[in-house]
């Protein structure tokens, strides 16, 4: 249980984006203060009369690319105000595919410099001097890095203590087990031929984590076979899941 509360700061040409954050249980974590987070705009760190932040590419080619210094300028004011040693990390299609360990080991920080671009991505030089490394939250391409940075934080608050009222809890997570979340289900009992589970009415607790698990590994081997192959199974996930893949046999992936 982190003491220290996080300063995160985000460095984008629209800091209005984040505002989004406002909501839900983010909002409710900024509100009680249980993270600081700066907003660094980037045209703030360009150069009058013109405050350009952008260029055309050296060798040619389509789009744009963001300029170094005003890219530089703004990650050394987010570090004049964070803790030291917090790392400055570029949202970017090209990062490291951003995972909940991750978000787990970000959200023990004191401090997290979050730049993110837009056009083509940022001169390469600012990775030799600023940026410590990339993440990518998917094989998409957006038009900046600004909801992948919301993305980040929203996870990470969802990390810190106190954040999740006491119903929630962040352990319960899809991917905090490295599995997807089971199927969830709430009254009424019966919609036309629908019912539920039978064992989810039993009380039968013991039970019910067993039906829990197998239906997550499940839905794991079915949609996220890539997640199976990285687990580590214990002899009763095994078990369920030689079950599972008998009666159900995925040609598809393997
Ligand atoms: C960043 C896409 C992280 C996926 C940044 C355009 C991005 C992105 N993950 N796309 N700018």
């Not at 389509?62 to 990650?75: D, L």
């Not at 969802?158 to 289900?185: I, W």
Request: hydrophobic share 40%; charged share 20%; glycine share 8%.
């Amino acid at each position: 249980m982190s003491l220290i509360k996080p300063h995160i700061a985000a460095i984008s040409l629209f800091p209005d984006m984040f505002n989004a954050l406002h909501a839900g249980i983010p909002g409710r974590a900024l509100e009680q203060g249980l993270l600081t987070l700066s907003h660094i705009n980037l045209r703030d760190h360009a150069t009058p009369p013109h405050y350009r932040v952008d260029d055309r590419p050296y060798g040619g080619g389509p789009g744009m690319v963001m300029s170094y210094e005003p890219m530089a300028k703004a990650i050394d004011a987010a570090k004049a105000i964070l803790p030291k040693n917090s790392p400055v990390i570029h949202l970017s299609p090209q990062g490291a595919p951003l995972t909940q360990s991750k978000v787990i080991e970000l959200a023990k920080l004191p401090g997290l410099i979050l730049a993110t671009s837009r056009y083509e991505g940022l001169d390469a030089r600012l990775h030799e001097t600023h940026i410590d490394y990339e993440l990518s939250v998917g094989d998409f391409v957006l038009s900046g890095g600004e909801l992948p940075a919301m993305s980040l934080i929203d996870a990470i608050i969802r990390c810190l203590p106190g954040a999740l009222g006491d119903s929630q809890s962040a352990e319960e997570d899809s991917f905090s087990n490295g599995l997807l979340d089971y199927s969830h289900y709430t009254r009424p009992a019966q919609i036309g031929d629908l019912g539920v589970p039978k064992v989810l009415l039993s009380g039968d607790h013991e039970a019910i984590a067993q039906w829990r698990l197998k239906e997550s590994l499940k839905k794991t081997w079915q949609t996220r076979p890539d997640l199976i192959k990285r687990h580590s199974f214990n002899q009763n996930e095994q078990a369920l899941l030689d079950a599972i893949i008998q009666t159900k046999p995925n040609d598809f992936h393997q």
